[in-house]
C-alpha cells in the first residue's frame, strides 16, 4: 500500500478499494495451495504498510511459513524490530526466493527500470515460485494522480505481456479490474485539478455500494480483458539451472 494514501487518511481495513483489491489475490493463493499441498513463503516487494502480506498472513496462516516486506522506505530501526518474527522488513530483494509467492501491489509503476526489477527477482529465484502483480492500467487514465505517486507509467495487458516474457516470467492468467467504475475514473481524471492522490476516506454509503458492486465484479475478473483501471498478472517463475545447480 502506498503510503501517501495512508497520509491522505485512507484506512485499508474499510476501504472498498483495498477491501476489494485483495480478493483475487485470495483466491489465487487458495489456488496455490490446493496444486502444490505446501506452504508458500510470502516475499511483498514494495511492500509499504505491508497492508496485503498481512492480510494474506491473517486469512491465511496455515498457507503461510514467512513474510518477508521489502521497501526501500524502512528505516533501521523497523528492520531490527522486524527480526526474528515471521514478517521480517528488509530494504533488498531476498538472495534466494524458493517456495515462495512474490506479490508486488502497484510495484511496477513506481520503477524507472521495470524490466531490470524482474530480472533481478528472477535471479534470485530457485525452483519454481510464483507471483502476484497489480499495476495501474491505461494511459488514458494518466492524471495529476499518478504523477503525486511517483508513477513513471500505466500499463495494458500487451505492455505487460512484452515485459514479463522479457524478463522470462511464465503468465498464467492476465485480466482487468474495477472496469465497471472504469467510466466514472476516467470522467473524473480529465477534469480533476488538484495535485493530489484520488484515494480519499469515502462517505459510508458510497464506500459500502463500491465495495459490493466491486467485490460482485471480481467474480468475473478472468474474463475482462478489455479494460479496467488496474490491470492483475498471475503466473510463475521456474529457474531450472538455479535450481539443478543448488541441487548437485
Known amino acids: 500500500m502506498d503510503l501517501k494514501e495512508i497520509e491522505n487518511g485512507v484506512n485499508p481495513d474499510i476501504h472498498w478499494y483495498y477491501q476489494t483489491k485483495k480478493v483475487p489475490l485470495f483466491r489465487y493463493i487458495e ?18 504498510s505491508g497492508f496485503f502480506s498481512q492480510e494474506l498472513c491473517k486469512n491465511y496462516a496455515q498457507f503461510i511459513n514467512n513474510s518477508c516486506l521489502v521497501d526501500i522506505g524502512y528505516t533501521d530501526k523497523e528492520i531490527i524490530l522486524s527480526r526474528h518474527t515471521t514478517s521480517q522488513k528488509t530494504k533488498e530483494i531476498p538472495s534466494n526466493i524458493s517456495h515462495s509467492l512474490v506479490i508486488m501491489m502497484d510495484v511496477l509503476e513506481h520503477v524507472e527500470n521495470d524490466l531490470d526489477l524482474l530480472i533481478n527477482i528472477k535471479r534470485a529465484s530457485s525452483g519454481k515460485n510464483y507471483f502476484f502483480i497489480t499495476v495501474p492500467a491505461f494511459r488514458s487514465l494518466w492524471s495529476s494522480h499518478d504523477v503525486y505517486l511517483g508513477h513513471h507509467r500505466r500499463y495494458e495487458i500487451a505492455d505487460l505481456q512484452r515485459l514479463l516474457a522479457n524478463a522470462d516470467f511464465n503468465i498464467t492468467n492476465i485480466y482487468y479490474i474495477y ?25 459510508p454509503l458510497v464506500n459500502f455500494l463500491l465495495t459490493a458492486i466491486n467485490a460482485f465484479e471480481m467474480n468475473f475478473r478472468k474474463y475482462n480483458w478489455f479494460f479496467g483501471v488496474t490491470c492483475v498478472v498471475e503466473g510463475f517463475i521456474l529457474n531450472e539451472l538455479k535450481h539443478n545447480t543448488m541441487s548437485k
Open 31 to 48: 489456488k496455490l495451495y490446493k496444486l502444490e499441498r505446501q506452504k508458500f513463503n510470502i516475499i511483498d516487494l514494495g511492500a509499504g
Open 179 to 203: 472496469g465497471g467504475i472504469y467510466p466514472l475514473v476516467w470522467l473524473l481524471r480529465k477534469f480533476k485539478t488538484s495535485d493530489t492522490s484520488d484515494m480519499k476516506p469515502a462517505h
